[in-house]
């Protein structure tokens, strides 16, 4: 288990540091990413952002708290399906967006459950072997 702790925060890790390097940099035009990255929509750069920071907070206290992390997980999981909720209505209704918008965001929201599953299993089987030393 101590093994699949790591490979989380690893990925969390990661994940974490490329998300908010990626956002800032196209939020504050670093590197003249905003310019390859075509029609972005706002709303779903903000979002990516939140859960880049979140992502660093999960691989944090998944070492500490492994309650935070997960509640943090599930919260980024909600905010990533209803930035997906609202990206479809933003599409529906004319908006500019660029397709792999749509495919990153599927895969984010995808990563993040998996990320969630994995906190649930590991604070499971903690607490069950915490039970069992008693």
Same mark, same amino acid.
Request: contains cysteine.
């Given at each position: 288990?101590?093994?699949?702790?790591? #490979?989380q925060?690893? +990925?969390?890790?990661?994940?974490? !540091?490329?998300?908010? #390097?990626?956002?800032?940099?196209? +939020?504050f035009?670093q590197?003249?990413?905003?310019?390859? @990255?075509?029609? &972005?929509?706002l709303f779903?750069?903000?979002?990516?952002l *939140?859960?880049?920071?979140?992502?660093?907070?999960?691989? #944090?206290?998944?070492?500490?708290?492994? @309650?935070?992390?997960? &509640?943090?997980?599930?919260?980024?999981?909600i905010?990533l399906?209803l930035s997906? !909720?609202?990206?479809?209505?933003?599409?529906?209704?004319?908006? +500019?967006? @660029?397709?792999?918008? !749509?495919?990153?965001?599927?895969?984010?929201?995808?990563?993040?459950? !998996?990320?969630t599953?994995?906190?649930? &299993?590991?604070?499971?089987?903690?607490?069950?072997?915490? *039970?069992?030393?008693?």
């Amino acid at each position: 288990m101590k093994a699949l702790k790591i #490979f989380q925060t690893f +990925l969390l890790s990661l994940i974490g !540091v490329i998300s908010v #390097f990626m956002t800032l940099s196209v +939020l504050f035009d670093q590197f003249d990413i905003r310019q390859k @990255e075509g029609n &972005y929509v706002l709303f779903i750069v903000i979002a990516n952002l *939140l859960c880049g920071f979140i992502y660093l907070y999960a691989a #944090f206290y998944n070492w500490k708290k492994q @309650e935070k992390a997960l &509640y943090s997980l599930l919260l980024a999981s909600i905010i990533l399906i209803l930035s997906f !909720v609202f990206l479809q209505i933003h599409i529906n209704s004319g908006g +500019l967006y @660029e397709q792999k918008t !749509v495919k990153v965001m599927m895969f984010r929201i995808v990563y993040t459950i !998996v990320m969630t599953g994995i906190g649930f &299993y590991i604070q499971k089987k903690s607490k069950q072997s915490k *039970l069992n030393m008693s």
